[in-house]
């Protein structure tokens, strides 16, 4: 297999999971007032983690399961921060109540992920952290896409609910976006209100504020993925919808808190390739040695004329054919710094630079335009500013992965 290099443009545990951790200090001296006394502070201290409800098979954690952390020093604990495996950025911290002096009982965000756990108390003390807690990803949304009774509260004469989601699985900037169908009967409503909560903290990150409609009217509103201009951050997400009456009676699709009813799941990339593939070997990898210079992309095979997708949407920077490259396409991706470039087209893409791009449009099949031997597509991801706008070629195949793992 050839490859690619163009030119610079011009111009431009088994049954009970166990945090066992190091025995912190008994307590902490704090210097009191002017008289020099101390005061003892409580040290929180992680004994076990323990699974109680929700569990994945071999009572292992989940997103979603109900844990118990038994220690000691617990009575004042009031947050419990799941310190994830890849920096601050995959940690999530929770509010907690403490049953006792030894034992804390919480429920795992969907967010959280595999890494320590640790506790932090009232009085501004920390446990230190525990060894990491195996997290299992969540249990995948119920599929709801079609219209059926509300599980939520009713209160006097407010009008029954129906509800609907049209998928468990969206893309940021995907079209279309997920769509959420209501329809009232028994009743009309002066003041209707549709939510869309995070399951990460239970936030509300969106809320729309429909018009008054008749009974036994469907209404629907959709949703792409973004919060104004923003793309939202990837996790799990539901709508809830609220209906009040003019005597004050209210109902609601789901129970506050309730994250399942009328859920799906948000990602941020789509696998660009729509069919069977193959990642191939080490001559297909980034960083293999070719002639003068080193492949800068990622080369996935899969036939010739296999539908090819935006993997992640925005504006189309290049659009061109070149002796080694073919046929060749570069997106310059929303809301990121990365350029996503898709070489050896079977055919030039319809797009043409400027154009707007969303996640999941096709821009084109797979082929072996240019210097290329076999059907594959050769991808490139470059950090900004850009692809040869003094940008570099990085890895795509740890991302590539992950997307294919979830799309």
Known sequence: MRDIRLP????????????????????????????????YVATPKVSKVACLRKCASRKRLRGGSVMKVTGTELAAVNALTFNGSYGKGDDVTIRVRPGSNTRVQARVPLGAVTGPISLTSSLGTHSRRSRPVLIL??????????LSPVPGPRTGSAPRLETGTSR????????????????????????????????????????????????????SISWNGRVGRAAASPGRYSFRLTAASADGSVARSSQTGDVQRDAFDLYDHI??????????????????GRAGHIHQGHDTFARCGTRLVAARGGRVKAKQYHSAAGNYIVIDGDNTSVDYVYMHLDQPSPFSAGDRVYTGQTIGAVGDTGDAVGCHLHFEMWTGPGWYDGGHPFDPLPSLRAWDSWS
Not at 8 to 27: D, E, F, Q, T
Not at 140 to 146: F, H, I, L, V
Request: hydrophobic content about 40%.
């Open 271 to 288: 696998f660009p390739i729509r069919g069977r593939h193959d990642f191939g070997g080490a001559g297909a990898r980034f960083g293999a």
């Open 8 to 39: 610079a443009k011009r111009g431009a545990c088994a049954l009970i999971v166990c945090a066992a951790v190091a025995a912190p200090s008994a307590a902490s001296a704090q210097t009191g007032g002017s008289g020099g006394g101390t005061a």
């Open 137 to 146: 990803p969540p249990l995948p949304p119920e599929p709801n896409p079609e």
């Open 168 to 219: 468990t699985k969206a893309f940021v900037d995907a079209r279309p976006g997920v769509k959420f169908s209501y329809r009232l009967s028994g009743g009309s409503a002066t003041s209707l209100k549709v939510e869309l909560v995070s399951a990460t903290d239970g936030s509300v990150v969106r809320t729309w504020a429909p018009q008054e409609v008749a009974p036994n009217e469907v209404q």
